[in-house]
């Protein structure tokens, strides 16, 4: 049965994806930041006001009354930040991006370690591998012997926009068309102001010109365009099954998403499931779906089975 206790956990690292699971956990009703390790150079650089008040550590092992800590450092340094806070009986879910043989020995050094320090401990728990891998074993489970081929892509295309570029205040602009559920065509446009600029007489500019009079268009003040264009992935998974007297079967799934918030609500799904988990490392075929779920598990269960 999943705990009903909130979560208090750590955020080791504060990159992409270590600042995805503050902003994740903040909304949510069942988890609390406890502390934050970062190095000792970092500092509180990059953290947002409202973070600002949450503790700050330099090193993992001055952690404790903790559930368990999300491991956010670059791939290269899991291993060792694991290490560390196995050793204080701290649980951990890791995300890093593994795959293959890869993947399974460093599944193997995590699980000899989480045995040895007698905690839990999930790994390879983000988007890919993650929750991608678990729909790619899914559709392999329902189709035996099909084919799986996995495209991945720019979540929008981002065009250039001379217009919107030469309005007053705005150093660079890119625009896209979107189609809404009911079919009309809106055109997005993001923009990269110049310092002081007024984002709302900027947006005013860019709609009363003639090029986008008539047509919906919304203005987004964003603060790197070249950050948007890489945040916004995507990805087509195209499964077949074989050919035979048995039907065809064929699966198509396409996804547009922010791959940072996806492995960071992966890594908070995975971390409900620690508080019931025995000591070993664990990936996500390895978790009950209902341990994901945390206090929701009753209620997803009635919804989706
Ligand atoms: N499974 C997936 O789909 C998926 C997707 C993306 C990323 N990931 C994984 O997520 C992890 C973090 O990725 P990210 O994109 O957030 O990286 P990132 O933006 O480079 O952030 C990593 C953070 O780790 C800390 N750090 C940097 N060098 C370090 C070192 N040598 N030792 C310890 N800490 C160090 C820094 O935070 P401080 O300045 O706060 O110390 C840095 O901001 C990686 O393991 C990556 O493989 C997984």
């Not at 290490?83 to 890869?102: F, K, R, T, W």
């Not at 790994?123 to 996995?150: I, K, M, N, Y």
Request: hydrophobic share 45%; proline share 6%; charged share 20%.
């Amino acid at each position: 049965m999943a705990s009903t206790k909130p979560l208090h956990l750590a955020v080791v690292g504060f990159g992409r994806i270590g600042q995805a699971c503050a902003e994740l956990i903040a909304l949510s009703h069942d988890i609390a930041v406890e502390a934050f390790v970062r190095r000792p150079a970092s500092g509180a650089e990059g953290l947002p006001d409202h973070l600002r008040h949450i503790p700050l550590m330099t090193h993992a092992g001055q952690l404790s009354a903790v559930d368990g800590a999300l491991i956010c450092v670059p791939t290269s340094a899991v291993k060792e930040t694991a290490s560390q806070i196995l050793q204080h009986g701290i649980p951990i879910v890791d995300c890093a991006i593994l795959h293959g043989e890869s993947f399974h020995a460093h599944k193997e050094a995590i699980h000899k370690l989480a045995l040895h320090y007698r905690t839990p401990a999930i790994v390879g728990a983000g988007w890919d591998p993650g929750g991608l891998s678990v729909f790619r074993s899914w559709l392999a489970l329902l189709t035996p012997g099909g084919v799986t081929e996995t495209t991945h892509r720019p979540g929008i295309t981002l065009r250039h926009t001379v217009m919107a570029k030469s309005v007053v205040g705005v150093k660079d602009a890119r625009c896209t068309e979107i189609r809404t559920a009911d079919g009309r065509l809106q055109r997005y446009v993001y923009v990269e102001l110049e310092q002081g600029a007024n984002p709302d007489r900027v947006a005013e500019a860019i709609r009363a010109d003639p090029l986008f009079l008539g047509e919906e268009t919304q203005v987004f003040p964003v603060e790197s365009l070249s950050s948007l264009e890489e945040a916004g992935r995507g990805v087509v998974l195209d499964r077949r099954g074989p050919p035979g007297r048995l039907g065809h079967h064929h699966f198509l799934i396409e996804a547009r998403f922010d791959e940072s918030v996806l492995t960071a609500q992966v890594m908070l799904a995975a971390a409900r499931a620690l508080p019931d988990l025995d000591p070993g490392a664990y990936s996500l075929w390895d978790i009950p779906l209902s341990a994901l779920w945390g206090e929701r598990a009753d209620k997803a269960e009635r919804e989706w089975l």
